[in-house]
């Protein structure tokens, strides 16, 4: 391997659009770098082979690059995300059976998060009465936003996600199948795997990720610490490739092209108007059904969302603890904010005005107080006092 060839791990998803453009487009030639891209079917095999040095980079969950780096679910691996590649881009989706469910039980709008997760309530306890198996939801990974925005949006009515309903961890790829198949009722995974249960005629999109979670760190592009450290002259130009390509996505005139390339088969292998749908934001929720927007649906190359945020990682950290995961300490906490480190992005690009949408805790839950990066530790006692159904 040449000093200026990487190989970068991947999963087949939207939000990997920045690393595969940089690629495609030769956005990465430019700056001097060849880069192989990998395409894996599960994160513990994308996080496996970055640990152990058979990439040097990896498009990977964001959760993950803290969990390596506290040693937490598997062997420790310091890692670092100099680079975000998107934020949001998940929804929950739901077989017809369960949404047809949730609309009986709901009283009010089903499309607001408040009123389904109270449905929700209402379909377990129906269930717990039947002495029916419980609802199983599909999450692509532990460390992942998907599990914790399941979490958040269950907690917020009272269900306990480890006692009420069963979580299982499936692959991306293997998610519309799953539900086809009804070995799950349910899911909250990355595009394009939501339009594409919907387009089958499998599954309807309840939420949106960003309904639940405004600013959700999603995806960053990783590598280990002693990696960075060792090859500090290549970050520059591996950083300006990545985020040229960022700001290609991020330009509505180049959606066809972008599409295009994402869903190539050796990339996604989905139709490419799937991918368009996905970038602009624009989904249908049911088969033949109106669409569903939002600017906010997937977050790529705009709004500071290539910088890595500190308070980002405090709250996936948080969530860590809240849900046992990892026990609370304040070294464990600097540790995660260490993951998360913008000095070599602002190195290179300048550290970007905030935008004025921006949420002011850099998260913006659908429920419960603000979150304070200086106070997470009180913040998860009050968050873990949930009432159960009854």
Known sequence: MTEDRLRIGFIPLVDAAALIIAVDKEFAADEGLTIDLIREVSWSNVRDKLNIGVFDAAHLLAPVVIASSLGIGHVKVPLVAPIMLGLNGNAITVSPQLYDALASAAEGDLADPNISAKALVRVVRERRRNRAEPIVFGMTFPFSTHNYQLRLWMAAAGVQPDEDVRL????????????????????????????????????????FGCEIVARAPEKALAVRAAWAANRAEIMPALLRAVHRAAEFVNDAGNRDEVAALLAAPHRLGVAPELVRATIAGELRTTLGGPVRS?????????????????????????????????????????????????????????????????????????????????????????????????
């Open 168 to 207: 299982v961890v499936l692959p991306p790829p293997y998610m519309v199948d799953s539900l086809a198949s009804r070995q799950v009722d349910g899911f909250c995974v990355g595009a394009p795997w939501n339009s594409l249960a919907v387009e089958l005629g499998v599954g309807r999109i309840l939420h």
């Open 294 to 390: 939002s600017p906010y649906y997937m977050v790529i190359g705009r709004d500071g969302a290539t910088r890595p945020d500190p308070a980002h990682a405090a709250w996936l950290y948080a969530q860590m603890v809240r849900w046992k995961q990892t026990p609370p300490a304040t070294k464990l906490l600097d540790a995660a904010i260490a993951c998360f480190r913008p000095e070599p992005y602002d190195a290179v690009f300048g550290n970007p005005v905030a935008s004025p949408d921006l949420p002011l805790d850099h998260i913006g839950a659908f429920t419960g107080p603000p979150f304070d990066a200086g106070n997470i530790f009180g913040d998860v006692v009050v968050k873990l006092a949930m009432p159960r159904p009854s």
